[in-house]
């Protein structure tokens, strides 16, 4: 009887739980490899997993972490709720050849004294910090521990988190920490949702209201390239695109020059159009690139 060739498993990554990681991370650079860090929260989807192709790609050794990290949490927030599915998210991880993961205990990360903290300054103050006013300094100071931990070449961030990746890439400057940061693009459903491990929490009928935040980026995309320039203009649209949906309440809908937080009135560049809602008791973020059609002379 003809038999088909066994298909090679995914081999697992192996799994760190505690500082020991370091030696081995150190070892693998050592030996002249270059070392790639995904860093997750898990509850992975396939933006994850994005990430960790890029770093495959890219890197000898990758090592992805997982990590719900209780200091980038307001008191109201979703900590204790936060999906989690360890063993869902090591089967994934190893279809994408990620070699280790980190997944430290709470201990490892917070002792019980712990009491130092990354002060972001103001590029973590405006947009999400007005909403999450200690939720910035929360993931710097996990991150920079997480680099501390596993000292890699490259760090990978998803476009999705656009505040969280300029404040990042800010602390790196500014700490002088030796990592280079990769920012990927976001990964969308088909319909055009982004992936969030939060879309989990959305019923069917919320998840079709959530629609309305990526139609009304589409919606600034058009705007600006028929030639509108006024952002006043376009955020109005755009507010009556969600409005119209209902069910939505729309907490900011920001234009920054692309690569900072800083507000623009007209579209003359690059300009990043940032947006987050509560759909339910969910809160969404997404963000879209636009660029008007032809520069500003
Ligand atoms: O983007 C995330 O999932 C988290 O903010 C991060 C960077 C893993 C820090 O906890």
Same mark, same amino acid.
């Given at each position: 009887?003809?038999?088909?060739?066994? #298909?090679? %498993?995914?081999?697992?990554?192996?799994?760190?739980?505690?500082?020991?990681?370091?030696?081995?991370?150190?070892? @693998?650079?050592? @030996?002249?490899?270059?070392?790639?860090?995904?860093?997750?929260?898990? /509850?992975?989807?396939?933006?994850?997993?994005?990430?960790?192709?890029?770093?495959?790609?890219?890197? $000898?050794?990758?090592?992805?972490?997982?990590?719900?990290?209780? #200091?980038?949490?307001?008191?109201?927030?979703?900590?204790?709720?936060?999906?989690?599915?360890? $063993?869902?998210?090591?089967?994934?991880?190893?279809?994408?050849?990620? *070699?280790?993961?980190?997944?430290?205990?709470?201990?490892?990360?917070?002792?019980?004294?712990?009491?130092?903290?990354?002060?972001?300054?103001?590029?973590?103050?405006?947009?999400?910090?007005?909403?999450?006013?200690?939720?910035?300094?929360?993931?710097?100071?996990?991150?920079?521990?997480?680099?501390?931990?596993?000292?890699?070449?490259?760090?990978?961030?998803?476009?999705? $988190?656009?505040?969280?990746?300029?404040?990042?890439?800010?602390?790196?400057?500014?700490?002088?920490?030796?990592?280079?940061?990769?920012?990927?693009? =976001?990964?969308?459903?088909?319909?055009?949702?982004?992936?969030?491990?939060? *879309?989990?929490?959305? /019923?069917?009928?919320?998840?079709?209201? @959530?629609?309305?935040?990526?139609?009304?980026?589409?919606?600034?995309?058009?705007? %600006?390239?028929?030639?509108?320039?006024?952002?006043? #203009?376009?955020?109005?649209?755009?507010?009556?695109?969600?409005?119209?949906?209902?069910?939505?309440?729309?907490?900011?809908?920001?234009?920054?020059?692309?690569?900072?937080?800083?507000?623009?009135?007209?579209?003359?560049?690059? =300009?990043?159009?940032?947006?987050?809602?509560?759909?339910? =008791?969910?809160?969404?973020?997404?963000?879209?690139?636009?660029?008007?059609? =032809?520069?500003?002379?």
């Amino acid at each position: 009887m003809p038999h088909s060739p066994p #298909t090679a %498993a995914p081999r697992q990554p192996a799994v760190y739980r505690s500082g020991d990681v370091r030696e081995a991370v150190l070892n @693998a650079r050592r @030996a002249g490899q270059r070392v790639g860090l995904v860093p997750t929260m898990g /509850s992975l989807h396939e933006g994850h997993l994005s990430l960790l192709r890029a770093a495959r790609d890219e890197c $000898d050794l990758v090592i992805a972490s997982i990590f719900v990290n209780p #200091t980038q949490f307001g008191p109201q927030e979703d900590f204790l709720a936060y999906p989690r599915n360890f $063993d869902g998210d090591l089967a994934l991880l190893a279809t994408t050849g990620c *070699n280790m993961v980190f997944a430290p205990t709470e201990e490892t990360m917070y002792g019980p004294n712990h009491s130092t903290f990354v002060e972001v300054g103001p590029v973590g103050q405006v947009l999400e910090g007005e909403f999450r006013p200690t939720h910035f300094r929360g993931v710097a100071t996990v991150v920079l521990k997480l680099f501390e931990l596993v000292p890699a070449d490259v760090a990978y961030f998803g476009r999705k $988190d656009y505040q969280q990746t300029i404040v990042l890439r800010r602390m790196i400057e500014d700490l002088n920490l030796p990592f280079k940061m990769r920012v990927c693009p =976001t990964l969308r459903e088909p319909d055009g949702l982004a992936m969030s491990s939060r *879309n989990v929490y959305l /019923s069917p009928h919320e998840r079709r209201r @959530a629609l309305a935040l990526f139609r009304s980026l589409r919606l600034a995309e058009q705007l %600006a390239r028929d030639g509108e320039r006024q952002v006043q #203009t376009i955020r109005q649209k755009m507010e009556r695109e969600i409005a119209e949906t209902g069910g939505i309440d729309l907490q900011y809908v920001a234009f920054v020059a692309d690569g900072t937080v800083s507000p623009v009135e007209q579209i003359e560049g690059p =300009t990043t159009v940032a947006l987050a809602a509560k759909v339910g =008791t969910t809160r969404l973020i997404d963000n879209l690139l636009i660029q008007p059609l =032809t520069p500003n002379r």
